[in-house]
Every structure is written in C-alpha cells, then in structure tokens.
C-alpha cells in the first residue's frame, strides 16, 4: 500500500532539471501524440536496439540480488506478442513457494488494487464518481461523534467528500488506520524511549493485521475512524490515504448487492480472463515467495481494496492491455479516466483515481511533455508497478518480491529506464511510419494549390509532421498566416515566422479518414523564450489548448485537414489526399519523401 519511494524515484528520474520549454525550438503542440502510435514495434531495428539493451539492463540488475525475483513485462497494444518478458529466479526462495518464477507467478501488488475499486465504480449503473460519498455511505456522518472537541480542526466534512475525491487523494481524510505504531506488539516501549507517550496515555485501534495482531476490519473502522483528524479540507490538497478506496468498494457493494470480491471478478477479472488475480489468498505453491516470509498470506483486512490484490505478470500485463486498448471501459470513459484531477508539490507529478501521472520532459528528441501515466504498489516485501503511455499504446507491468534492503528502487528505476530506452525508439519508428504514410507533396492544380509534408527522422527534432509549404490559390498561407487573424487587414510592419506542425486527433477517424489539426506557431524559438522570460510562470506562450480552433471561416477551422488513406496489410497505411476544409481544396499527394530506417 504504500509507494511514496516509487515516485520519489520516478520524478527525480524522468523530470531531470532543464530550462522550461513547451518543446524543442519553442514549438508547442497539442498534448498527446503528435503521430499515429507504432504498429509494428517489434520489427523495427531501433526498438529491436532498445530491448536489447533493457534485457542487458535488467541481466545486471538482477544478477546482484539473492533472495528477490523480478518480473517485467512490456507490450504494445498494436500486437499481440510481447515487446519484452522478462523473470528472475534468485539463488534463494521459500519452499513454500514456485521454483520458478514465470509470468503466471503470483505477487503481492500493494497499492495496484487501489486501480480496481475506482474501475468497479466506473461500471456501476446510475454512479458518478463526482456523486458525494454521503449518497451511499451516510452512516460516515456519525464518526464525527468520536472527537472529544468538535470544531473545524477535528471534524471530517464527509458531505463535501466525492467518490472522486476519495480515488485520487483529495479527500483530506487520514492516510490510514491499519498502519497505527501504537497497535503494534512491542513498538510502544520503544515509541517511549523516543519521548511519545506510554500506553496508558493513547488509544490503539487494536488491530492491525501484522503478526501478533488481528486484521482490521469495518467494524473497527467505524468505531474508531471519526478519532483521527482529517488532514486537509476536501479539495484543498493531496494526502495519500488507504481509507478511500475501501470506501469506494463499499459503495460498489451496497450498489450492486454484491461482495466487492465477487463484483471485481464477475464484471472485470473473468471477462478480461484475468484468473490469477484477486484479492483472495491463492495457494502458496502458486506464489512468489521470498525465504522466511511471512506477508505473503497476511490478511490486510478492510484495507484489502486499497493493497491486497494478488496478481501475475502475465495477468498485470494483459490488464494494462485492455485498459489502453478501451476493452475494459469506453474510449472516451477511458481517456477521461487517465486523465489527472489535481495537481502536487511537483511540476511534473500529477495526480488522477487513482494514478499517479509523470510527465517526461526530456526523453523524446522533440522534448515535449509525454505522460506516463502509473500505479506503484509497495506492501512490505512486495513492490509493484504498472505504466501506461498512451501516446505510443505502450504497456508495462514490474512485480518484485524480496528482501527490502536488497529490493531497494528496483521497481523505479526499471521503469524509469525503460521509458527512457523505449520511448525515443518507438519516437523514431512513428516517424519512420509517418513519412512512409504521410509525407510528400499534395497538389490540387485546378486550383493551383500545393501542400508541402516532410518528416526526417534523422535531421528534423519537432513534433508531428512538418508543414513546410502551403500555398493555396497562388496564395502563401503559411507565410502569411498571421493576416488571418488580423480583422482590420493591415499586414504587421514584419511579418514573423510561421512553423506548422501537425498532428493528428485522437478519437476522431473512421477506417478511411483521419482528423489532423495543424500547429501554426507563431514566432522563431528566440522570439518565443523572449516572450516567455516576461512571466514568473513557465511557458506561458505555449497556449495550444486555447489558440486551438480559434480561426474560423464558414464553420470550419482553419488548423483543420483531413487525410483520407489506404490501409496496407502490415497495418499501416497510404495517406492518399489532403483536404483543407476551409479553403474547400482537396489535395492529392503526388510522391512521398524518402524514409530513413533504424537508429534512434
């Protein structure tokens, strides 16, 4: 359950102090993918490069530990098998346990459970996650009772509180109630010698579900919960906490009239065929078990939704799969569910339900913001991961067991080394892939209309496909795009650069059309940091998503195209003509540029 060293780790690995930019040379595009994602990863030469120098990555790594095992997996969702599969079977394990570790393998996930509460309430018929807790659960109202003095200070305001707000730790309740020091055996004399007091002077919940104590479950929660203070007000800040998701599968019973444990596996786990996950203790001759452990079959009590799942990797794997690949939910529930719901003290760390969001500002040559959406897990010798990158359709899963000590940052670190391996491979396969499909010259000569596309992988950095000539009715609208937006007609003293970059939009394509919009940035990359030194703030002027569809003319937008395409057998595909909507031109492409193959 918990996994704060986990995005320690990962932000410190994947935000590495930089000048602020939106993206290399001042361009700023639309958050997202700035390509169509790699179908064939795994016959590129350049990510062919990058997996092998993950699996001597992990070779190394792993040949240091004793006692741990490891196991990572990564796929693309545009194919079927497996990009990398890898597993590490120390000198040493329990008896108890497998011989060998393989990708069917149970660990302890931790805090990965946290994922599968908020998903439950998602396909609850009639649930928002934005209804207000008290909805389902008014008995929470009573806790406050259990303040000695209540005030604003010790009162939680569980009307104020969302379903949402519970999944992505905006709550402002306490962070738990299993992990109270007072509760466990032996810890009070020491806590004494410390200067906290004695026994005599606290209260313990009495429960805690380590050795030597009982599993705490909702009885003890609703007798004692309402003693502990909320940490902030609703909606104020952040506060990691494993009372929210509990709290959600309790909503997810008293909806459903079933048992949160029979819910996950009837709508999510057997029909994704997910049955070597669960929150039920499996057989230990099934489990990764490290030499003398004993949390293995710990019952974590009503804290179970929050870090008790049990899980493979091949099972892990194929989970993150099917999210990216909208199988577990809707396209657009799905993008909305990935997307963050507030902010944290770092500039790179977001917060949604219940992930936690980096954004990598300097993997990819073009150094624009990627998101690398998460769930870390951490449950004393188990640590858990499970990435999502939408902009590539890349998936990947790490699951460790093993001595603390020895396990150390072994999970951030294998993820944070392979976003940065993978991430500017897949980058060059995607354009690799673009200027086979897309580059080349459109024209349209009844109209006298020419489109110029180019992406060269080796020697252009920006985002997206560049525009480097668009001339339409004898007419240079890239060079003159700013009269556009100029409503008296008078042109500026000096016309400043344009760049257009295009992209393409998510969602919004049948088999044979694609939506693009086109980035038209305004200014050289001087000009653009000269603008922005004027703010306290970083990259003021990189407003796409407010400059986006501003321009309008006869309904239509004039950052708007429409590629319309072939599909070819490999899963590619041909871009065949251009259309430009508002200037109600339709291009034909004439010849593509040359692709450039391999490297990074």
């Known amino acids: 359950m918990r996994c704060m060293s986990t995005l320690t780790f990962l932000s410190a690995a994947l935000l590495v102090a930089q000048p602020a930019h939106a993206a290399v040379d001042g361009l700023c595009p639309i958050i997202g993918a700035v390509l169509p994602p790699p179908v064939n990863p795994g016959s590129h030469p350049a990510v062919d490069k990058a997996i092998a120098h993950l699996q001597s990555f992990l070779e190394t790594t792993t040949s240091k530990l004793n006692v741990s095992s490891v196991s990572v997996a990564i796929k693309s969702i545009h194919e079927d098998k497996k990009l990398l599969d890898f597993h590490s079977t120390p000198p040493t394990l329990d008896s108890r346990g497998v011989k060998t570790v393989d990708g069917k393998s149970i660990y302890r996930v931790g805090s990965i459970s946290k994922i599968f509460p908020v998903l439950a309430v998602l396909k609850l018929d009639g649930v928002s996650l934005d209804d207000k807790i008290t909805k389902y659960l008014p008995e929470l109202r009573g806790l406050v009772n259990q303040q000695p003095v209540r005030d604003s200070l010790t009162e939680v305001e569980w009307d104020e509180i969302t379903l949402g707000a519970l999944g992505a730790h905006i709550s402002g309740i306490s962070t738990d109630y299993v992990i109270d020091y007072a509760s466990f055996p032996g810890y009070v004399d020491q806590a004494v010698k410390l200067g906290l007091p004695g026994v005599k002077n606290i209260t313990s919940t009495g ?121 577990v939910l809707s396209p657009a529930q799905t993008r909305k569910w990935l997307k963050p719901l507030t902010n944290t003290a770092s500039l790179g760390t977001q917060l949604g339900a219940p992930w936690e969001i980096f954004r990598a500002i300097n993997v990819t040559r073009d150094q624009r913001a990627i998101e690398v959406i ?20 890349l998936a990947m899963t790490v699951l460790v067991s093993g001595d603390t000590a020895e396990m150390g940052a072994i999970v951030p670190s294998v993820q944070a080394t392979a976003v940065e391996i993978l991430l500017p491979a897949l980058e060059r396969e995607g354009k690799d892939q673009a200027a086979a499909a897309y580059a080349g010259r459109y024209t349209d000569e009844a109209t006298n209309s020419t489109i110029l596309l180019e992406v060269d992988p080796d020697r252009d950095d920006g985002p997206g496909i560049r525009g480097s000539e668009v001339v339409i009715r004898g007419f240079d609208v890239l060079k003159n795009y700013p009269l556009y937006d100029n409503l008296n007609g008078r042109a500026p003293s000096t016309m400043p650069l344009v760049r257009l970059r295009m992209q393409p939009t998510e969602g919004l394509s049948t088999g044979k059309r694609q939506s693009w919009r086109g980035v038209w940035n305004v200014g050289s990359a001087e000009q653009v940091a000269a603008r922005d030194a004027a703010f306290p703030w970083a990259e003021n002027g990189c407003i796409t998503w407010a400059s986006t569809d501003r321009l309008v003319y006869g309904l239509q937008a004039l950052d708007r195209f429409i590629f319309n395409v072939e599909p070819r057998s490999n899963g590619m595909i041909d871009a065949q003509s251009l259309e430009f909507p508002a200037f109600q031109v339709k291009l034909v492409r004439q010849k593509a540029c040359k692709v450039r193959r391999g490297g990074s």
């Open 374 to 393: 998460t769930k870390g897990g951490d449950l004393f010798n188990y640590r858990a991961s499970m990435a999502l990158v939408p902009d590539y359709g």
């Open 207 to 327: 429960c805690a579900g380590i050795p030597g104590t009982r599993p705490c479950e909702w009885e003890d929660f609703f007798r004692g919960f309402g003693g502990r203070a909320p940490v902030f007000a609703p909606f104020s800040a952040p506060a990691y906490s494993n009372i929210g998701t509990p709290l959600l599968a309790l909503v997810v019973e008293k909806v459903s009239k079933m048992s949160y444990e029979d819910f996950l596996t009837e709508r999510i786990l057997a029909p994704l065929g997910l049955n070597s996950t669960g929150s039920v203790i499996p057989e230990e001759a099934k489990g990764v078990i490290p030499k003398g452990d004993f949390w293995f079959g710990t019952d974590t009590g009503f804290e179970t939704p929050a870090g008790g799942l049990y899980s493979s990797s091949d099972d892990m794997i194929a989970f993150a799969d099917a999210v990216l690949s909208n199988k």
